[in-house]
């Protein structure tokens, strides 16, 4: 039987692969925030006045 020796990361390496990890979600986050900045939603061209004072007096 053959012993398997795993090497273990130092302090060092792990932080710096937790760095990365970090560093790449946020500029995939930053660069998705900037396209949906792009794009052009559909919003109301003016506003809507619907006078509905009729209404609120049947209901009281």
């Known amino acids: 039987m053959q012993l ?4 273990q ?3 060092g390496q792990s932080l ?3 760095l ?3 560093t790449l979600a946020s ?7 900037f396209l949906l900045n792009k794009i ?3 919003s109301p061209k003016n506003d809507i006045e ?3 004072t009729d209404e609120i007096i049947k209901l009281k």
């Not at 398997?4 to 090497?7: A, D, G, I, T």
């Not at 500029?27 to 925030?33: D, H």
């Open 4 to 7: 398997k020796f795993k090497k």
């Open 9 to 11: 990361d130092s302090i």
């Open 16 to 18: 710096g692969k937790k």
């Open 20 to 22: 990365i990890k970090i």
């Open 27 to 33: 500029i995939v986050i930053i660069f998705a925030i």
């Open 40 to 42: 052009n939603f559909p």
């Open 50 to 52: 619907k006078d509905i």
